[in-house]
């Protein structure tokens, strides 16, 4: 008895690139296009609320004071700028003495913003790797999600802000509500910076330990503690080119815009000019160039 010959399989012959066509298979944590990804962001945004928030109340949950450590951090952080450069080093000058504190303290936790948002981006993949490999979702929910945190945290210490600027004698004004669009420019810049420096984090998790340094000396050039219009009026050596590049630096810009827009006695000469234009290109550059990069290496999240 002879054996018919056995008939082939439909799918014989064709590649497996065919065959997932043919069954409508895709590649596992492909990346969508950039408008679906977005679409995809949209979708998970209550995940990206509730995660930042269960962040928010978990990062004091150990410490006695809890939430407390959220203004109490900051403030301790003023008084030791206030002792050394106010007090000692004569960081007050070109600055109404009554109105330095406001001008610090508006300061440190404006940087502030920026720099946790730029120090929790950098670990946002890095250190949610089971996370990130154990579910199917949009990878820059993550940091997206951590500079949010930040920009809750931020509104508790403003209510602190403007008890400190009403003990000196600034009241709320109209032109507080300036900060509103300041605060939204900021968080865009700072959303950005957080997505470049998550992608760049995920490969280089040693990037964390640089980031203090790098981010101590951004401090240091952004007018946190002094005006840089006053400091260099009395630096008559320093190019003028030098002036404009620390006056446009953006985390002096959005200080600036906030301080201006609080405080009384902190006026339009302290900014730089076109200070508007300036704090929206910086947020929509960054922003824009920072979600593309980010998008760019969605798939490869989590991968070896």
Known sequence: MTASPSTP??????????????YGLTVSGARPGLFEYVHQ???????ILAFSQAKL??????????QLWQVATPLLNAAVYFFIFGLLLGAREGIPHHIYVPFLVTGVFVFTFTQSSVMAGVRAISGNLGLVRALHFPRAS?????ALQQLQQLLFSMIVLVIIMCAFGIFPALSWFLVLPALLLQFLFNMGLALIFARMGSKTPDLAQLMPFVMRT???ASGVMFSIPAMLATKESVPSWVGDVLQWNPAAVYMDLIRFAMIDDYGSSYLPEHVWFIAVGWAVLFGVVGFVYFWKAEERYGRG
């Open 41 to 47: 962001l949209w979708g998970r945004r209550h995940f």
């Open 57 to 66: 109340t978990a990062q004091y949950s150990q410490a006695k004071l809890g």
């Open 9 to 22: 399989p439909p799918d014989d012959g064709l590649s497996r690139a065919d065959l997932a066509a043919k």
């Open 142 to 146: 993550l940091p997206i999600s951590f």
């Open 218 to 220: 951004w401090m240091y």
